[in-house]
């Protein structure tokens, strides 16, 4: 194998220590290479990666037709401040109306950026009639600023951050009656992720999902979808409320939108747009700069193009498949999860120690919830690399001790 570059992980690892926040649990691997669902370390150790960039690099790592749009782009020019005119901006914002529902779209630089945006819109929507009440679900996640954390519905993430913003409620995912008992006159929105990623992937049903966009309609509430994981295709649709027959109010985009480049957006149905937003009430300096809209128009094409959202249907058939037959084969795999290419893998045992020897035969995957394993091949996965990877898994999951 032939070093990337003369450093060492271990040495990379020491500036860590000396320079920078310890804020997330780390793995002791530096990826330097990506090429569609296969990177590379430090040290030149290929992987295949079924988890590109917590779900971040759905096109698989370094799409031409990303790296493309943003050479191009980069030539011309990075930035430009919001109070001008953007033509790649305007371009994404038709791409995204185009693609979902009628209604108007603002950009930030992540999904967390995007519940905020959604958090105040819902508030100042409310405001003339008092409504500031939020339900979200139990086992979500929807970022980690304030108001990010005040929406999710796990302990865990709020620990140390009192006061946390007042107005949020938690019911449970597909028990309409739980939302319904949370419903009171100050109830502005609604907030869910349609399939919670985090949270283990616990897809939403249709009777819930339809439940509550009637519920919504009769009550005069927001509904509003957490698609920062299962928009651009993830599902085999191009936004996961499509496979319900549906339309949000309000919605909000990141990760896979800019295929490795950081963007958030938040779009509102013109049902509800009235004069809520006005010059001044919500901004964001780097929020749909040229760059990030060539690269997230670029995904658009590269899905269109490439027929990616059947091939995700086609892809994750044969996965799910895939993983029924390791449910049938390990008696501690309790339950497949998950529509597509977003997959998880519910355990009777803990996942790290699965996770960890994947890794270490070259597969990279999650585990979330202790328990599930969460699994999300790029919509480029080739059937080459699909069988490459579900052999690994078989043989980390055959090595469990229960």
């Not at 569609?36 to 590109?52: A, H």
């Not at 009440?133 to 140390?160: N, W």
């Not at 901004?283 to 990030?292: K, R």
Request: aromatic letters at 8%; one cysteine or more.
């Amino acid at each position: 194998m032939t070093k990337i570059i003369s450093m060492k992980t271990r040495d990379v690892q020491k500036l860590y220590e000396t320079y920078v926040l310890p804020t997330y649990r780390q793995t002791p691997l530096c990826l330097v290479r990506g090429k569609g669902s296969r990177v590379w370390d430090l040290e030149g150790r290929e992987y295949i990666d079924f988890f590109p960039g917590w779900a971040v690099s759905g096109l698989g790592h370094c799409h031409p037709a990303v790296v493309n749009a943003i050479k191009e782009q980069s030539r011309k020019i990075l930035h430009v401040p919001n109070n001008f005119y953007n033509v790649k901006q305007a371009e994404l914002a038709r791409e995204i109306i185009r693609h979902s529902f009628p209604g108007k779209v603002f950009f930030g630089n992540s999904g967390a950026e995007a519940t905020d945006g959604a958090v105040k819109f819902a508030r100042r929507w409310g405001s003339a009639a008092g409504k500031y009440e939020i339900i979200t679900l139990r086992q979500s996640f929807h970022g980690r600023t304030l108001a990010g954390i005040a929406a999710t519905g796990q302990d865990k993430v709020r620990e140390g951050f009192a006061p946390i913003p007042e107005g949020f409620y938690y019911a449970d995912m597909n028990d309409l009656t739980s939302v319904e008992r949370l419903v009171t006159d100050k109830t502005a929105a609604i907030f869910l992720e349609p399939i919670q990623g985090e949270g283990g992937i616990h897809q939403a049903t249709q009777a819930f999902m339809q439940g509550l966009r009637k519920l919504c309609d009769q009550k005069n509430i927001l509904l509003m979808l957490d698609e920062v994981q299962t928009c651009m295709g993830r599902t085999g649709k191009m936004f996961a409320y499509q496979l319900y027959g549906i339309e949000p109010d309000v919605m909000t985009l990141a990760k896979s939108l800019g295929a490795g480049v950081p963007i958030g957006a938040l779009v509102i149905h013109e049902s509800q747009l009235g004069s809520v937003m006005t010059p001044g009430s919500h901004g964001s300096t780097y929020g749909g700069n040229p760059l990030v809209c060539a690269a997230a128009l670029a995904v658009f094409k590269a899905i269109r193009k490439e027929r990616l959202l059947a091939a995700a249907q086609k892809m994750g058939s044969y996965f799910g498949q895939k993983l029924e037959a390791l449910k049938a084969k390990y008696a501690f795999i309790v339950e497949v999860r998950g529509p597509a290419l977003m997959r998880g893998l519910e355990l009777s045992v803990p996942g790290a120690g699965i996770v960890d020897r994947c890794m270490k035969k070259g597969l990279l995957i999650n585990c979330t919830q202790d328990r599930v394993l969460r699994i999300m091949p790029a919509l480029t996965v080739s059937k080459k690399i699909m069988d490459r990877a579900l052999t690994i898994l078989d043989a980390a999951l055959a090595e469990e001790k229960t």
